[in-house]
Nanobody, 120 residues
Framework: QVQLVESGGGLVQAGGSLRLSCAASGRIAGINAMGWDRQAPGKQRELAAV???????NYADSVKGRFTISRDNAKNTVYLQMNSLEPEDTGVYFC??????????????WGQGTQVTVSS
């Protein structure tokens, strides 16, 4: 089973930056996609950014040009650099990873989440 631990959340003023990190540990035979979901207060969880094992990325329209996702495959770690933060970015950010568990099986695991609060 894969465990994911996020760090780097906090309180920042609008226009500021934060960098989230998420390290995967446990019995890991391989990880393909890693990424970040987020959930704003009173709203559904949504994908913020995802990166494949080869480095291909995809972003929610609302964060394009402001957020950058990256990963270190040797460390099983994914990062989210968030710049030009807006109050609308406030929420809990959940790291996820699709880890290999058998032929054709790459189930998704999530971390506990880290709070990001952007003040206006």
């Amino acid at each position: 089973q894969v465990q994911l631990v996020e760090s780097g959340g906090g309180l920042v003023q609008a226009g500021g930056s934060l960098r989230l990190s998420c390290a995967a540990s446990g019995r890991i035979a391989g990880i393909n996609a890693m990424g970040w979901d987020r959930q704003a207060p009173g709203k559904q969880r949504e994908l913020a950014a995802v990166i494949s094992s080869s480095g291909s990325t995809n972003y929610a329209d609302s964060v394009k040009g402001r957020f950058t996702i990256s990963r270190d495959n040797a460390k099983n770690t994914v990062y989210l650099q968030m710049n030009s933060l807006e109050p609308e970015d406030t929420g809990v950010y959940f790291c996820f990873a699709n880890a290999y568990s058998g032929i054709g099986h790459w189930p998704r695991s999530w971390g506990q989440g880290t709070q990001v609060t952007v003040s206006s």
